[in-house]
């Protein structure tokens, strides 16, 4: 750990732009600043958290860089509980990069990915799920998912981990009192309270982690293909989903030969959604290997929407596509329905009774509605709402509140076994060590590597 020097990075993204940002965070910010900024009063005298208008000069030719804005923080209140400066200048590559040299050249050290944010756990002013909280807010993609982020960064998942975590060292110290008093019957009294009591933790965990797939969704999105025949509309479907003319849509079978994907955000959730090639028997080199690959796409998906020809019928081609899905959550869409008798497409809605058809026509803009509302309830069970729940999002924070809710059952499983309140306790001091490694009152050096290194550099 360096926590004792100075750090300094480009918190902008590379390339150019109106501004760029170059933020120190460290013992040495101010003395560095004070050297390259030039404004119209000494840096020193500047008030903290005020913005100040002047000139970078090059302390050692003089020449001057560029004309800034600077910010100064006084700790503790700030990102880090550091000293902090930020400079806002021309978001050119060569001022930016030069800036950094200067200000590295005074005594400052490149920050690594996350560094800053690091400092601010370390520092204590956020725990580790919350600086988890920093990345996701970073890297959200939807609307939705971007609030469960700014909730977890807000601490709401934290406290009900802390509460919980509370709880059960609370009920360790219960127990250790007990050890000293040798009467069975203390023992008894007290094997019950934690008994009642670790259950009733354990449900409240477990009722967060259901949480976790709805989480997960909102963060890493839907995997989702579409799959039929030649010529059911595939591809135009795609097209009218992402709004954009991505796919090559003509009346000849056979014409999209290779997957494409775009991102589309469904009512909150980010899909990515996948127009292959039509699945037929087929000895064009091509196109078989275009086959090959929707296969591929098909085992890698979260859902397969899987379409038929409202006016051709349910072909044998139609079951074997359907019988190379059956383990996936499945959408089925008789398409063209405006090219059919009602008559016929009943026919057909009989046949697919099993898998809740819906009709479609691409062309009418029909049925388009029910199919993003059969894929929201596929996937999300009632309203999506990050605001009035704490949605756990992340596999590390998921499988921790596993461990803890295995070590409860085992300690459970062990008084009703009857054995001996210290056995029990060390199932409860390790389902305590499983969540404080989620907050980060336990973690390993090593974790937190791999937490902070998933940052962008200048976070
Ligand atoms: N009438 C009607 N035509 C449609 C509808 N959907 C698609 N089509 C037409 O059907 C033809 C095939 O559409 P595509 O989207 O290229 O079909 P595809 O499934 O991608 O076909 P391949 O790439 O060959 O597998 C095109 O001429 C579309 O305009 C629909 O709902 N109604
Ligand atoms: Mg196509």
Redesign the pocket.
Known sequence: MYMEDTIAAISTPQGTGGIGIVRISGEKAFAIAGKVFRGKKPFEQLKSHTVSLGKIIDPQSGAMVDEVLLSKMVKPHTYTREDIVEINCHGGTAVIRKILELVIKEGARLAEPGEFTKRAFLNGRIDLSQAEAVIDLINSKTKESSRAAAAQLEGKLSRKLKAARDRLIELIAHMEVTFDYPEHDIEEVTGREVYRETKEIKETLCELARGFEKGRILREGLNAVIV????????????ELSGKNR??????????RDVIEEYIDMNGIPVRIV????IRETSDVVEKIGVERTQKEINEADLVIM?VDA?EGIKEEDWAILQTVRDKKLVVLI?????AEQRVIGEIEEKLAGYGPIR?????EKGLDQLENAITRLFVKGEINPNSEVLVTNVRHKSLMDDAVRSLSEAMASYEAGMPLDCIAIDIKNAAESLGQITGESVSEDVMHRIFSRFCVGK
């Open positions: 039929g025949r030649p010529n059911v509309g595939k591809s135009s479907l795609l097209n796919a090559i849509v003509t009346d000849i079978p056979g014409t999209t127009d292959t090639a039509g379409m006016a398409n063209k329905v405006d090219l479609t026509s691409i062309k009418e």
